[in-house]
C-alpha cells in the first residue's frame, strides 16, 4: 500500500474533522469561521513542527489553482444573481481593470524604496496581492442583512479581480523573463493582458452553452446535474489556463453564469435547491482546507530558516501590508468617486466604498501566485513572506472587525429594528400567551387556582411587554427619519414573505421569484440609503442591459413560430409578475394596518401612511397593468389566470391534508394517497 497516499488521506480527513469541530465549539465566538480557521492551521503547523504528525499536505499552486479555484468560482456564479451583477458591471469592472493597474503602480512604486526587492521584483509583487479573497466578508454579509448592492459589488469584484490578477502576474513575469522594459514591451503585455480576458470570455460561453444542452436532457436528474457541472468547471479552467493560455477563472465565471441562470428558468426547484445545497457543502470544504492551509504554511514558512534576516523580513511584510491598504484606499475612493456620476444605478455611496475598501482581504490565489514563482527566482523568499503577511494581515485585520463596521455605519440589519422586532414580537407572544390562558380556563379542566397563578404572571409580563414597546416608539418618535426607515424595511420584509409564500404554493415561478427578489433588494439598497420612498421597478427595468441585447439578437435570429412561442411566454410571465405585485401590495397595506391596531400604543398614523399610500399604489398600478394586459392577450391572459388558480388551489387542497394529518383526522398513509389523487388531477 501507498503509504503516502494513505498519509495524504489521513491528514485532509484530520483537516475536515478540525473544521467541523470548529464548526460546532466555536460558533459562539464572534470572529469569522475563516478566520478562526486561520488561526488554528497556524497553530497546527508549529504542532507539526514539534514532532506532531499533524498533517502532511504541502500547499501548492496547482492544489490551489487546479483543485480549489474552479469548485469554488464555478459555485459562486452560478448561484450570483446575473441581473444584479450586469446592473453593476461598470464599478466591478472599473476595479477589476483600471483599479488592478493602478493597484500594482503603487505598490511597485513605493515597495522599490522601502524593500530590499528590485523594480521587476516588486511589481510581480504587486500583481499577485492585488487578488482579493473576501469570503469571510461575504459570509458575513448574508449573516447581517448587507443590501444586496454592497454584496455583489464585493463578490462581483472579487471574482473578476482573481481573474485579472493572474493574467497581470503572468504579464509582468514574461516582462521580466524578457528583460524588456521599453514602451512596445508594455504595450504588447497590454494587448496579451486583454486578449486572455476576452479569451476567457469565450471559452466560458462555449462550455456555458454546452453545459446547457447537456443539462436540457437530463434536467430531471440531480445527481448528473451536479456531476455535469463539476467536470465542466474542471475541464473549462484546465482548458482554458493550461491549454489555450487564457483565463480560467473568467473562463468559469462566465460558464457558471450561464448554467445558473437557465437552471433557474428551465430546471425543477426541488433540484436547484439540492444544487444549491451541493454547492454551499463544496464551499465549506474547499475554503476550510483552504484557510488551514494558509495557516500552516505560514507556522512553517515562520519556522524554517530564511535568506534574509528577522529585521529585513519584518519590515517587509509591515511595509507589504501598509501599502497594500494604501493602495487599495487610494483605487477604491478616487476610482469609485470618478464613475458615480455616470452610474444608471445611483452613485455608490462612502460607506459602501468604505466597506470594499476594508473588506478587500487577500488569500488563497495570492499565495498560489507567489508559491508557483520559481525556486532560483532572485528574493522568492522575501516575497512569499511578505505575501503570507499580507495575507494573514488582512484577513486578521480586517475579518475580526467587519462586522464592528458594518454596524458603525448602518449597514447591517439596524440594531434598533432588531430591538423594535424582538419587542413587537415578545409583546404579541405574551398576548397569545394571555388568549390561550382565557381559553383553557372557558374549558373547566383546570383548577381555578392553577390558571389564576399563572394568569397572574403573564399577566405581569404582558404588561411589561406593552411598556417596553411603547418605550422604544416613543424613543423613535424624536427621530423621524429612522422611524420611517424602520416601517419601510419592515413594509419589504411583509413584502418579500408574500413572495417566498406564492413560490412555496406553486403559483409563482422560479425566474419572477427572482425578478420579484431583485427588485425588493434594490428598494431595500435605496432605503438603506435614507432615500425614502423608493424607486418602484418594473417588469422590464429587471432584465439587465447586457441580457436585454441578447435576447434581442437571438429574437431577430429566431424563426417566426420560435418568436410567436418566446412572446407568448413573455406576456405569461409579466401578467404573473404583476398579479404577484398586486396581491402582495394588497396584503402589505393590510398588515401594516393590522400592525398598528395589535400595537399597544397609540401610533401616530402618518409615520405609516407614506408606506401604505405607495404600496396601495403599487398594488393598484400593478391591477391596471393587468386590465391592459387582459384587454391586449385575452387568451394567453386567461392560460395564465387558468394556471394561476389552479396552482392556488392545489396548494390550499395539500395544506388542508398537512393539518388533517398532522391533528389526528386522518393517517398520514390517507394523506399521501389523497395527495397523490390530487396531483394527477
Same mark, same amino acid.
Given at each position: 500500500m501507498d503509504q503516502t497516499l494513505v498519509k495524504t488521506e489521513v491528514a485532509v480527513l484530520v483537516l475536515l474533522l478540525v473544521a467541523c469541530l470548529a464548526t460546532v465549539s466555536l460558533r459562539h465566538v464572534k470572529l469569522p469561521f475563516t478566520v478562526l480557521l486561520l488561526i488554528i492551521g497556524f497553530g497546527l503547523g508549529f504542532l507539526e513542527d514539534l514532532g506532531i504528525p499533524v498533517v502532511h499536505l504541502v500547499i501548492s499552486p496547482e492544489l490551489i489553482l487546479f483543485i480549489f479555484i474552479p469548485p469554488l468560482i464555478f459555485g459562486s456564479a452560478s448561484r450570483m444573481d446575473s441581473r444584479l451583477l450586469f446592473r453593476n458591471l461598470t464599478p466591478i469592472l472599473t476595479l477589476a481593470v483600471p483599479g488592478l493597474?493602478?493597484?500594482?503602480?503603487?505598490?511597485?512604486g513605493l515597495l522599490v524604496w522601502l524593500t530590499p526587492l528590485t523594480l521587476g521584483q516588486v511589481l510581480l509583487f504587486g500583481a499577485l496581492i492585488t487578488a482579493t479573497d473576501p469570503i469571510a466578508v461575504v459570509a458575513l454579509f448574508e449573516q447581517l442583512g448587507v443590501p444586496k448592492r454592497l454584496q455583489i459589488l464585493v463578490d462581483g469584484e472579487s471574482m473578476l479581480n482573481d481573474a485579472t490578477?493572474?493574467?497581470?502576474?503572468?504579464?509582468?513575469?514574461s516582462i521580466i523573463s524578457s528583460g524588456v522594459w521599453d514602451v512596445g514591451a508594455i504595450g504588447d503585455? %497590454? !494587448?496579451?493582458?486583454? %486578449? !486572455?480576458?476576452?479569451?476567457? !470570455?469565450?471559452v466560458g460561453l462555449v462550455f456555458g452553452y454546452v453545459l446547457r444542452f447537456f443539462i436540457r436532457m437530463v434536467r430531471e436528474n440531480g445527481s448528473l446535474i451536479f456531476s455535469l457541472s463539476v467536470i465542466a468547471a474542471y475541464f473549462c479552467f484546465i482548458i482554458a489556463e493550461d491549454w489555450l493560455k487564457v483565463s480560467g477563472v473568467i473562463a468559469v465565471m462566465t460558464a457558471g453564469l450561464i448554467t445558473g441562470r437557465y437552471n433557474l428558468d428551465h430546471v425543477r426547484t426541488e433540484i436547484n435547491k439540492q444544487t444549491y445545497s451541493f454547492w454551499e457543502y463544496t464551499a465549506f470544504v474547499t475554503n476550510s482546507l483552504i484557510f488551514l492551509l494558509v495557516g500552516i504554511t505560514t507556522a512553517r514558512f515562520v519556522i524554517e530558516p530564511h535568506a534574509y534576516t528577522p529585521a529585513v523580513i519584518v519590515t517587509s511584510v509591515l511595509c507589504g501590508l501598509g501599502v497594500t491598504i494604501l493602495a487599495r484606499g487610494v483605487m477604491i475612493f478616487t476610482l469609485i468617486p470618478l464613475i458615480n456620476p455616470f452610474l444608471k444605478e445611483g452613485p455608490i455611496n462612502w460607506r459602501y466604498q468604505l466597506v470594499s475598501f476594508w473588506g478587500g482581504l487577500r488569500g488563497a490565489v495570492a499565495l498560489a501566485l507567489c508559491l508557483s514563482i520559481a525556486v532560483d527566482f532572485p528574493g522568492r523568499g522575501l516575497i512569499i513572506a511578505m505575501t503570507l503577511g499580507v495575507a494573514a494581515g488582512t484577513i486578521l485585520l480586517g475579518g475580526s472587525t467587519i462586522a464592528s463596521l458594518l454596524n458603525w455605519l448602518g449597514l447591517d440589519r439596524p440594531q434598533d429594528m432588531n430591538r423594535m422586532e424582538e419587542t413587537q414580537a415578545l409583546f404579541l407572544a405574551k398576548q397569545?400567551?394571555?388568549?390561550?390562558?382565557?381559553?383553557?380556563?372557558?374549558?373547566?379542566?383546570f383548577s381555578e387556582g392553577v390558571l389564576d397563578e399563572v394568569e397572574k404572571v403573564y399577566t405581569a409580563q404582558l404588561e411589561q411587554a406593552s411598556l417596553n414597546v411603547e418605550g422604544v416608539w416613543k424613543e423613535f418618535l424624536a427621530q423621524k427619519d429612522l422611524n420611517r426607515q424602520i416601517i419601510w424595511l419592515q413594509a419589504l420584509h411583509l413584502e418579500k414573505w408574500q413572495y417566498q409564500h406564492f413560490y412555496d404554493m406553486g403559483v409563482l415561478s422560479e425566474r419572477n421569484f427572482q425578478r420579484l427578489n431583485l427588485s425588493v433588494n434594490i428598494r431595500q439598497d435605496d432605503i438603506q440609503a435614507y432615500r425614502i420612498p423608493p424607486t418602484l421597478t418594473s417588469f422590464a427595468s429587471l432584465e439587465g442591459p447586457l441580457e436585454k441585447g441578447w435576447i434581442r439578437s437571438l429574437a431577430r435570429r429566431l424563426p417566426l413560430s420560435s418568436r410567436w412561442q418566446k412572446s407568448q411566454e413573455l406576456i405569461q410571465s409579466r401578467y404573473e409578475f404583476d398579479m404577484a405585485v398586486a396581491v402582495a401590495g394588497y396584503r402589505t397595506t393590510q398588515k401594516l394596518g393590522d400592525q398598528l391596531q395589535r400595537l399597544p400604543v397609540g401610533i401616530h398614523r402618518e409615520l405609516f401612511d407614506d408606506c401604505i399610500r405607495w404600496y396601495g399604489d403599487m398594488s393598484q398600478g400593478a391591477v391596471a397593468s393587468l386590465k391592459t394586459q387582459e384587454e391586449q392577450a385575452l387568451d394567453l391572459v386567461w392560460v395564465t389566470q387558468r394556471q394561476v388558480a389552479t396552482r392556488s388551489a392545489l396548494a390550499s387542497a395539500r395544506k388542508i391534508l398537512e393539518e388533517l394529518a398532522n391533528e389526528g383526522f386522518i393517517p398520514w398513509e390517507t394523506k399521501e394517497k389523497v395527495s397523490l389523487e390530487l396531483e394527477s388531477g
Open positions: 493597474i493602478l493597484s500594482i503602480l503603487i505598490v511597485g490578477a493572474i493574467v497581470a502576474f503572468g504579464v509582468v513575469m503585455a %497590454l !494587448v496579451k493582458f486583454v %486578449l !486572455v480576458l476576452l479569451g476567457g !470570455v469565450a397569545g400567551a394571555s388568549q390561550r390562558l382565557s381559553e383553557l380556563r372557558t374549558m373547566q379542566i
